[in-house]
């Protein structure tokens, strides 16, 4: 029973269905009966027998429900398990035979299984973590569908290999089930088994048993096609007459969701859901992993079916509860239900008229039959144009009078789309999945249109929802199993699912639409489309389908195709329809043919029969020849007294009106620093494509469309945001023409501009243009489409030819950045974007925490949504459902005029009458609506409630310009008719042309904002501020014009609200967008708080970190800021003000209230026109005052503002009563005392009260708007998640949607998700310039320098991006400049005058037996070694004074003085610089890959460490040669080296070391362009821990790694190696050399030694006065590092010199220093060093600190050369990183890494002190540094009594002075007779130094003596050898050590005193 054919309807079961609907639509008190199709042929039995009190369920069936949790109060029946066998396994997991049968266990064993059978997986209920393997015959188990399966069982055990279980119930005993219920398969088999990739056996689909619960039923019609179609949605009762939504429908639960039993087992019937399911008032356990499944992205509910259960049914059942969704829910606080979801505004998708597109090209051309004839009247008697949609098959053709019918496609594609879903399958090779069939298509098609309300029009978009929730539903477990990863390689093939037949559509079809009151006709035809087409044509001329809306056609004929076409015959829906196919060049080309052509003269004719007194004109021209010559009325009085008075200079002023600084808000630092980042990533990419360090400043272009306003606008921000100053483009006095230059209108006129931009990019490559293309998503026309009609009109195309030419984009030195508010047709499958290149507006709170603080919050689209929410004050977003009646009415009378035309029609002669009105022609109050009333009563008296005269402005837009060239001109007339000229200006503004404002005004205008130039004139609508006007704003899109904070009205009721995409809705909302001031105290939760919920998410506001706040709260916590009644502020004591409708447009003036008994009335709450403090103004509602019942009329009354009492649809009701009250009489006060009530107050009591200006709340209050009611339902109505309707709209005209096959936008998404959700699901058309994109074959199609900027309307996008420009140039500059050391050289006044010694000034080299003869300068200069010792010589006497205090350790590097130079074209480089020329250099370069490089180990012995040094080199190929290796074998044999007498100059002689540590990143060991490209051998020398990440980041360089016993030495250990490493080599070359016949002394034998911080270097050039003259003048210059080696290698005797070196760079060099060209001096930095010379003096390879000032003595004391060249100079990069600052002194035992002050350096031997963690000799150093007083207090600045240092030089501290002298015999040492010391300091001293050596020296009694030794036993022994105790004592606890473990080898000192 339960399998049989699906589509023969039993007559039992039609009856029973038929009964039931009858029955339920009599009980209903709906007018829509329930249509029978749905219960017939929807899975929908179970739930309506439930809601409906249908037929009962059988018994078996109820208790399957219990057991599926839907009925928990019903216990199970006990079910008694026969015991099992004797001795048999009883273990769970196991079968009775002992065998495991767990997943788990035998995922991995081979497994037979039989032909035909399956492997599935049981449940067991003791073991609910595990899956029991058995082998079932598939005949048994359901299709993907659910049905067919047979009944009963056939099973294997696959643990014991038993066959033949033919019960499932002997099988559940055989494997150990233990149930206590009847065992049932479809309970306890659950999944599929598959094998994984790997061959593991997992768990797969769920079996799906959907159809086994049906099997008891008698009538089997609904087991069969329940899978065609979504489950539908239930809802309260829905009245299809009326037109308020009702409030208690809900949408979020289907039906069917409680039709199966156990559901949390059958997740496919809950798929669909759009809320949470309830189960008996509980959740659907399935449905959170449902709404998160991709598949199941909450579809919009189609309200396909709409259940009519006006309560409980007669007797309750299990499956209605009273928490069930039938009863109101309150979660929709709209009280839209379903029918507010299709409130919706057009079908979206937009043909391309004129373009190819899909919408035109894939309908087929074959029509059949006859020619079907269009009756000639037909536009006449049916009163709108009748709209055919092309449904399946073939269209007749058609002839007659085509003019009256409209003919589209867009349904015949909408179904082609939906027949493609199933493509997205493809790829997982399931073709088997079968697309939704014509027949359901159509089914579907015309059950939507049944349920549309009157006022709603057809969408396509919702029938694609519609379709693919029926298609998912019917393969829901096909598309489950592809969407499981691995793919299965054999799915298990569905089964055909038994479709609609052809013959039963035309029935069904009209089953459906019998229920709908005749709004859907069904007319079905014999043989074609054509007789259904004239029969429609017949009924509609004779009227007999006035009531019907759609007229659905069907031939279903022929064998198995059918025909269709639907033709909207409703005059609503049919005139929204066909406008809506309209192109927006076609709309225009329409409205203006009407207005050439006269045809809107007989609307003109209709409105003067309207008037009691004829016609309009008539009246106003009564009454201006009334009212000529007197101006008597009070209102012009005032007004012209008030005029009068501020000529004559009282000059009252205006607290509320001050104009803004120009400032930057964090909010847009905040972008710029975002916008940087992006900039400095694509940078920083290994692609190469920006290199910023080759850039020396930033230029900039911004291209903006084609507007005049916009244009004047960004000038403006321009010029004042000084970004032209600080990017040092222009100088302090810049003119406008200059300013001009950096902004481009895309007009004719844009390409030479542009082509100079493009020229002056090509010619500064070193100047980094920034392209920025403001609101870009105006003109995304390709420029293919531009070179088609390019005749038509020159700017098509014009962004694509200019921004995407192929100069732009392969420049590379130009950045594009796209800014706008709508960056939807940007992000499409095609863009050239990156996502990563896209910055969105952050949110402006982040879990509650307020990001970045600002005195302004943004008020945008999703605020003015929140206002409509009920609960609140008056909404901000409002329409006039008095204008669209008659709007409607008058689209009846004159249905060939386009409705633009008749709604600007209306709508101006609205004004006219209320301007009329106000001006005392009080009868024509009844020809206005309410809302126009409130906004001309508001705009005429707001300037007299200001001493200055400030008033509002209403902003009345008017697309069309030829329609708002009328409006104008309309407007004017009546304006100078009512003598209001002088009271409100009226604007037409026009894109194209500049502002144009009447001479009164501009005075006006100039004496507010001080302006004294007498030429000015407004060129920005901000600039109107406070001028109250109507500004006309006409053109197709607004183009980013600002308006000013005067704004209070934005009229939208003339946007053509029949083209609705996305982009242009979010458009014309985004006019209103407005800044709200945040420093009074507003409702609770101030608006604008930006959560993320509802952070602008329609118009991608948010930042990527926010987290969601609930639904609930996004309610309770915000309100829109200050809703007392927008615009009360503007009121006036006109009499005329005060009206008693209940609605949003009441104006309370004066203290006059409507007397309502009800309370104050709906309108503005009471409000008067005094001042005010703020903190009154915006008391919260919770403090709001009672309102005191007045009884004196002078009592005016006050009362803080509230959320008026709204109508809980959100819609006001009494929207009808257009009646004001004009009495002037005071109101009684009612009863109740809620209404306050004073006299009107004379003309004369104006003035006193007029401070109330209009601009004090401008900055607190955003504008109210009025939107179409199409447009105002499409923005209100949301979605199941809180998104409005608009935002799922097609983004824009120029993308359509990619496939159909699309989830929904969701309002939880950022705008990153719907930024990919965008680039994911929509293509560019043909005519879009990203259409071409994919073509160029590229997978990565995206722009490497191109960067989009999004964010919500009027935020401040320019001030970002220019502020955004300013911290690139800065950061520009910062890049190309450095901070180097500028310090003076120390001790210059110790240096004595000498003569003269060179002969010439200018000698380039020095003299060899000259520079001989010059004594050596002992005394240190460097600055770094300011706190070192001063080392005395025997000429110096020394004053204490002359020695500064020293600085703290710590002070030391940070009080260092530095200087930012820019980089020039020589410097030295760290990792961080790319550029063209280095890339090969670097080893970075794109086309290869990173350099390979070897490791060579390099020995050789040494005797002084008395063992082999085992040193390796990594050494890339492309340096391989420098090197000689061993011919077999490939064996480094040494490093080659050049000759003496080698003249080139193409290379650097000597090897370059750099000893580096830390640096990886910092060091400058780039030296391509300080070599200035020349060739040189460069050696980084590197600790072994760093080997790996210095090669990584300079893979091209070769490294010299240190043993790794140097791990933690300091920088002489690299020192002494690269100097012994270089001598060994020099001995290797000249052996090899000598081979080839080459002197041993012509070997080069010097190395240069650099730090790895030497940036730039420096020669000073002399200009000599005359011969031997002493006067000069010179001037420094950056020279390369080439220049000055070259200059030294080229020296005369080099050889001779053992140490040449340079300045160190100061600014502060005096003459001094240059005078002589050399010195004989200490050289520190950057040395070259002479190794053969050197060969016998050593770096000391323990040292630390001054180890070269250590080796320069040690030359000097061998008697070798040191030199200076005093001329050229080396500038230090300060780096903050690594250097001898990577040694970090710690506790060795403590885990915390506290710092240890010097003083705990040392210790007494065999101490407890805490050890430290750092090598002896560093903290011996350190010790000596700070604390050396203690061993040597009489030395403590006694300068003329030195501590004598022997063979070492050690530093010990500022404050005492050293001399150094050598024990080596033949050393050159200082004389010491005439030196009494006060100390003597022995550090490791060796065999030269004896006792009779030390005799020789003198020490003042009291003198301090230090021993330093490797040990204690050393110590002793030295103590003896030196015979130290004969002049010495010593004391025992005079013993020290440094703080090191014994297994650190601590260093021992011994101290004893001169005797």
């Given amino acids: 029973m339960g399998n049989s054919y699906a589509g023969q309807l039993k007559t039992t079961r039609f009856e029973e269905v038929l009964h039931n609907s009858i029955e339920a639509s009599l009980r209903s008190n709906s007018l829509v009966p329930r249509p029978i199709f749905s219960q017939l042929y929807l899975e929908a039995e179970r739930h309506l027998s439930a809601l409906e009190g249908g037929s009962r369920v059988d018994h078996e069936e109820e208790e399957e429900e219990g057991e599926g949790g839907l009925e928990p109060n019903c216990p199970p029946n006990p079910y008694q398990m026969l015991p099992p066998p004797e001795g048999c396994c009883t273990t ?71 066959k033949g279980f033919c019960y499932f119930t002997e099988f559940s005993n055989h494997i150990n089930l233990k149930l206590t219920t009847q065992p049932k398969k479809q309970k306890h088999l659950k999944y599929y088994l598959v094998r994984s990739a790997q061959g593991a056996l997992t768990k797969g689909p769920l079996i799906c048993w959907k159809g086994s619960e049906f099997r008891g039923r008698q009538t089997p019609a609904g087991s069969c096609s329940g899978s065609l179609f979504p489950p539908l949605d239930s809802s309260g009762p829905l009245a299809a007459s009326s037109s308020e939504p009702t409030p208690g429908a809900n949408p979020s639960v289907p039906m069917g969701a409680q039709q199966a039993g156990p559901a949390s087992d059958h997740p496919s019937l809950t798929a669909a859901a759009t809320g949470p399911t309830v189960f008996n008032g509980k959740d659907s356990p399935k449905h959170q992993q449902l709404v998160k499944s991709k598949l199941s992205a909450t579809p919009r509910p189609s309200a396909l079916g709409i259940l009519t259960n006006s309560g409980p049914p007669k007797k309750r059942h299990k499956g209605w509860s009273p928490e069930s969704p039938s009863a109101t829910d309150g979660s929709y606080p709209q009280g839209g239900g379903n029918r507010a979801k299709y409130e919706s505004a057009s079908m979206s998708y937009m043909p391309q008229v004129g373009l190819v597109g899909p919408a035109s090209v894939t309908f087929p051309v074959v029509a059949s039959g006859e020619p079907v004839s269009v009756p000639d009247n037909l536009l006449k008697i049916c009163k709108a144009k009748p709209v055919i949609f092309k449904g399946h098959g073939n269209f007749p053709y058609l002839c007659g009078n085509l003019n009256d019918v409209v003919v589209s496609p867009l349904l015949y594609t909408c179904y082609q789309n939906s027949q493609s879903i199933s493509r997205a399958y493809e790829q997982y090779g399931a073709s088997t999945i079968q697309p939704i069939s014509e027949e359901t298509q159509l089914l579907l098609t015309v059950y939507y249109l049944v349920q549309l309300a009157a006022d709603q029009v ?168 009334e009212n000529q010559g007197h101006i008597s009325s009070s209102l012009t009085a005032s007004s012209v007294t008030k005029s009068a008075s501020l000529d004559v200079g009282g000059a009252p002023t205006c607290t509320s009106y001050t104009l803004e600084p120009h400032h930057i808000r964090p909010f847009q630092l905040a972008v710029a620093q975002k916008l940087l980042s992006h900039v400095c990533s694509i940078a920083d990419s290994s692609t190469q494509n920006l ?24 000038l403006f921000h321009v010029w004042h945001s000084g970004v032209l100053l600080e990017l040092g483009l222009e100088k302090e006095h ?24 493009l020229q002056n990019s090509f010619q500064n490559p070193h100047t980094l243009f920034v392209l920025i293309h403001d609101h870009a998503h105006w003109d995304l026309v390709s420029s293919t489409v531009h070179n088609l009609y390019s005749q038509s009109d020159p700017s098509v195309g014009l962004v694509d030819r200019l921004l995407n030419c192929r100069e732009v984009k392969e420049a590379p030195n130009i950045v594009t950045l796209h800014v706008t508010s709508f960056p939807y047709a940007l992000q499409t499958q095609h863009t050239l974007i990156s996502p990563y290149n896209e910055i969105h507006w952050p949110a402006s709170y982040s879990n509650g925490a307020d990001l970045y603080p600002e005195n302004k919050k943004y008020f945008g689209l999703s605020e003015f949504i929140e206002s409509t929410l009920s609960g609140h004050s008056l909404p901000l977003l409002r329409y006039d459902s008095s204008f669209e009646a008659m709007v409607t009415a008058l689209g009846k009378r ?379 339902d499409m923005v209100t109505s949301t979605d199941s998640s809180g998104l409005p309707k608009a935002a799922s709209l097609l983004p824009s005209h120029s993308v359509m949607w990619a496939s159909s096959f699309r989830p929904l936008l969701s309002k939880t998404m950022t705008s990153t998700e719907q930024s990919l959700y965008y680039r994911q699901w929509t293509v560019p058309r043909p005519s879009h310039m990203d259409y071409g994109n994919r073509a160029e074959g590229r997978v990565d199609s995206f722009h490497p320098r191109r960067l989009l900027l999004s964010g919500p309307p009027q935020i401040g996008k320019t001030g970002a991006y220019l502020q955004f420009l300013s911290i690139l140039s800065r950061m520009l500059i910062r890049l190309t400049e450095v901070d180097v050391y500028d310090e003076e050289e120390i001790n210059i006044n110790l240096r004595e005058e000498s003569e003269w010694h060179y002969l010439q000034l200018s000698d380039p080299w020095p003299d060899l037996e000259l520079f001989k003869t010059l004594p050596f300068d002992y005394i240190i200069h460097d600055p770094k070694y300011e706190d070192a010792s001063l080392i005395c010589s025997h000429h110096q006497a020394i004053k204490s004074e002359d020695r500064g205090t020293s600085r703290k350790p710590e002070d030391l590097y940070m009080r260092r003085q530095t200087a930012r130079m820019r980089l020039s074209k020589y410097a030295a480089y760290n990792t961080y610089h790319h550029c063209e020329q280095c890339h090969q250099y670097m080893g970075f370069h794109p086309r290869y890959q990173l350099y390979e490089s070897t490791l060579h180990a390099f020995a050789f012995s040494y005797s002084m460490l008395g063992e082999e040094i085992q040193l390796h080199f990594v050494i890339p190929k492309s340096k391989e040669h420098h090197f000689v290796f061993s011919q077999p074998g490939g064996r480094l044999e040494s490093m080659r080296l050049p000759l003496v007498t080698d003249k080139s100059h193409e290379y650097i002689k000597s090897p370059t070391f750099t000893p580096t540590t830390g640096r990886h990143e910092h060091g400058l060991f780039n030296l391509y362009h300080a070599m200035d490209g020349a060739s040189h051998l460069h050696v980084l020398v590197v600790k072994e821990y760093e080997m790996a990440i210095y090669k990584k980041y300079w893979p091209n360089h070769i490294m010299l790694v240190l043993p790794s016993i140097f791990n933690s030495a300091g920088v002489g250990a690299a020192h002494f190696l690269i100097k012994e490493l270089s001598y060994h080599n020099l001995e290797l070359e000249r052996s090899r050399q000598e081979e080839l016949g080459i002197k041993p002394q012509d070997i080069w034998p010097f190395i240069v030694i650099s730090d790895d911080s030497c940036v730039m270097w420096n020669v000073v050039d002399i200009d000599c006065g005359g011969e031997r003259s002493r006067e000069f003048s010179w001037s420094e210059r950056n020279v390369s590092l080439k220049y000055i080696m070259q200059h030294i290698e080229a020296s005369p005797n080099i050889t001779h010199y053992a140490l040449i070196g340079m300045r160190k760079w100061s600014s502060k060099t005096g003459t001094g220093e240059v005078r002589e060209p050399f010195s004989r001096c200490h050289v520190h930095d950057f040395v070259v060093l002479n190794v053969d010379l050197t060969q016998n003096v050593q770096y000391n390879q323990n040292r630390f600190l001054c180890d070269d000032v250590d080796f320069n003595l040690r030359v000097q004391s061998a008697g070798l050369l040191l030199c200076r060249f005093n001329r050229f100079s080396v500038m230090k990069k300060q780096i903050a990183v690594g250097g001898h600052r990577s040694f970090h002194v710690t506790s060795k035992v403590s885990d915390n890494p506290m710092t240890v002050v010097p003083a705990q350096y040392i210790c007494a031997p065999d101490s407890k002190h805490t050890f430290l963690a750092a090598p002896a000799q560093l903290l011996l150093e350190k010790f000596l540094q700070h604390h050396s007083h203690h061993f040597f207090p009489l030395s403590l600045k006694n300068h003329g009594h030195p501590v004598l240092l022997v063979d070492c030089y050690l530093n010990l501290g500022s404050q005492i002075s050293v001399c150094y002298v050598s024990s080596r015999p033949h050393s050159l040492n200082i004389s010491c007779s005439d030196f009494m010391f006060s100390g003597l300091l022995l550090y490791l001293c060796d065999s030269f130094v004896g006792a009779s050596f030390l005799k020789k020296f003198h020490f003042l009694k009291g003198a301090t003596l230090c021993v330093i030794c490797q040990d204690r036993n050393s110590l002793r022994q030295t103590v003896v050898r030196l015979e130290l105790e004969d002049e010495w004592q010593f004391r025992l606890r005079d013993e020290f050590q440094t703080a090191n473990a014994k297994e650190d080898r601590p260093l021992f000192f011994l101290t004893g005193r001169h005797i």
């Fill in 894 to 1272: 004159f249905p060939r005029l386009h409705s633009a035309v008749i709604r600007t029609f209306v709508l101006v002669q609205h004004y006219a009458a209320a301007m009329m009105a106000v001006s005392g022609l009080s009868q024509m109050k009844n020809y206005t609506s309410v809302e126009t009333l409130e906004i001309t009563q508001n705009l005429i008296n707001s300037p007299k409630q200001c001493p200055c005269g400030h008033g509002l402005m209403v902003l009345l837009r008017v697309p069309c310009s030829p329609l708002a060239a009328v409006a104008y001109e309309r407007l004017a007339h009546v304006r100078a008719r009512l003598a209001l000229e002088q009271h409100f200006e009226i604007i037409l503004s026009n894109p194209s042309s500049g502002i144009t404002v009447g001479k009164h005004f501009v005075k006006q205008l100039k004496m507010w904002q001080k302006i004294e130039d007498a030429e000015w004139r407004p060129q920005t609508y901000l600039e109107l501020e406070g001028l109250p006007c109507i500004l006309i704003f006409s053109g197709m899109d607004p183009h980013g014009e600002s308006l000013p904070r005067s704004l209070r009205y934005c009229d939208l009721r003339l946007i053509n609200s029949s083209c609705l995409v996305r982009t242009a809705l979010e458009q014309e909302l985004g006019l209103a967008a407005y800044f709200v001031s945040n420093q009074i105290p507003l409702e609770k939760g101030v608006c604008g708080e930006a959560l993320e919920s509802d952070t602008e998410k329609l118009s991608s506001t948010d930042s990527e970190d926010e987290e969601l706040a609930t639904e609930g709260s996004t309610s309770e916590k915000r309100s829109p800021v200050k809703r007392e009644r927008p615009c009360s502020h503007d009121s006036t004591s006109s009499p005329l003000s005060s009206k008693a409708s209940s609605k949003s447009a009441g104006s309370v003036l004066g203290g006059e209230s409507s007397a309502q008994p009800g309370g104050p009335s709906q309108g503005e709450q009471a409000r008067t026109p005094q001042p005010c403090s703020p903190s009154e103004e915006g008391r919260a509602p919770g403090d709001k005052q009672r309102l005191r019942v007045s009884q004196g009329p002078a009592v005016v009354n006050r009362h803080s503002p509230g959320p008026a009492p709204q109508p809980d649809s959100g819609l006001r009701t009494s929207q009808k009563s257009v009646q004001v009250s004009v009495t002037s009489s005071s109101s009684q006060l009612s009863s109740s005392g809620s209404s306050s009530s004073s006299t009107v107050p004379t003309a004369g009591t104006l003035v006193l009260q007029a401070s109330h200006c209009s601009m004090t709340k401008a900055c607190q209050q955003p504008p109210v708007v009025f939107l179409p009611k199409l447009v105002y």
């Fill in 734 to 757: 810049m003119t406008k023409q200059r300013v001009e230059q950096y902004v481009l209108k895309l007009d004719a006129e844009a390409q030479t501009k542009f082509k100079s931009f």
């Fill in 691 to 714: 290199d910023l360090g080759s850039f020396e400043k930033v230029d900039f272009l911004i291209c903006i469309p084609p507007s005049e306003v916009t244009y004047q606008q960004t």
């Fill in 92 to 162: 769970d997991g196991f079968c009775q035979a002992g065998k495991d049968l767990r997943l788990a266990s035998i995922s991995n064993e081979p497994i037979d299984v039989p032909a035909g059978f399956l492997l599935v997986g049981a449940k067991s209920p003791n073991l609910p973590d595990h899956l029991l393997v058995c082998a079932v015959d598939k005949r048994f188990l359901p299709d993907d569908s659910g049905h067919n399966a047979l009944l009963g069982f056939s099973g294997n055990c696959v643990g014991c290999g038993k």
């Fill in 458 to 625: 057809p969408m396509m978009e919702d029938l694609e929802q519609i379709f693919l929730r029926s298609w998912r539903e019917s393969h829901l477990t096909e598309i489950r199993q592809y969407q499981q990863a691995p793919p299965q390689p054999f799915p298990p093939a569905p089964s055909a699912v038994a479709p609609v037949t052809s013959a039963q559509l035309p029935w069904l079809a009209g089953l459906a639409a019998s229920s709908c009151n005749d709004s859907v006709h069904i007319i079905e035809c014999t043989y074609s489309l054509a007789e259904g087409l004239s029969e429609m044509f017949r009924l509609l001329i004779e009227g007999k389908l006035a009531k019907t809306n759609y007229v659905v056609i069907i031939c279903a004929c022929r064998n198995a195709a059918i025909d269709s076409c639907i033709a909207v015959t409703g005059k609503y829906q049919a005139r929204i329809l066909s406008e809506s196919l309209l192109t927006p060049a076609e709309y225009q080309k329409e409205v203006s043919y009407e207005l050439v052509t006269g045809k809107v003269d007989s609307l003109g004719a209709f409105f003067s029969t309207l008037c009691p007194e004829g016609d309009i004109d008539i009246l106003l021209d009564k009454f201006h020849q």
